[in-house]
């Protein structure tokens, strides 16, 4: 990426700028754009692809960090959930063996059958 743009930095100074900077006084007298201009166009011209691959870069990272942050918290909801799932099959196969136990009474007493010890 920042060789693109250095490569399209490149060309257009080699368009826009050659015959402005080759024609450029040693003072300035009027006849031209000042030594200076010429150094800040060279410093943004390499500065803005730098900066914008910093920016995309940035981007990137934090878009892998809310992915991640986003994956970490399905995982732990998950896990919670399986927790949950653990803790409920024994306390429902306890509540179900206890409504046996007592439907198994209440119908001999019904019946009036002897119980088994």
Sequence with gaps: MISF???VREQLESTLFQDISRNA???NNGSGPPFKMFIYVQMLTYLAPLLFSI???TTKQ???TET????AAHVKLQSE???LHYQLQPHFFLILSITFIRWSI????RLK???IV
Excluded: T, W
Excluded at 68 to 71: A, F, P
Excluded at 106 to 109: A, K, N, T
């Design 106 to 109: 209440f119908h001999r007493i």
């Design 113 to 115: 059958l002897p119980f």
């Design 81 to 83: 959930l399986q927790h």
């Design 25 to 27: 006084p040693d003072g």
């Design 5 to 7: 743009f250095l490569l």
């Design 62 to 64: 934090l878009m892998k």
């Design 68 to 71: 991640e942050r986003k994956e």
């Design 55 to 57: 920016a995309i870069k």
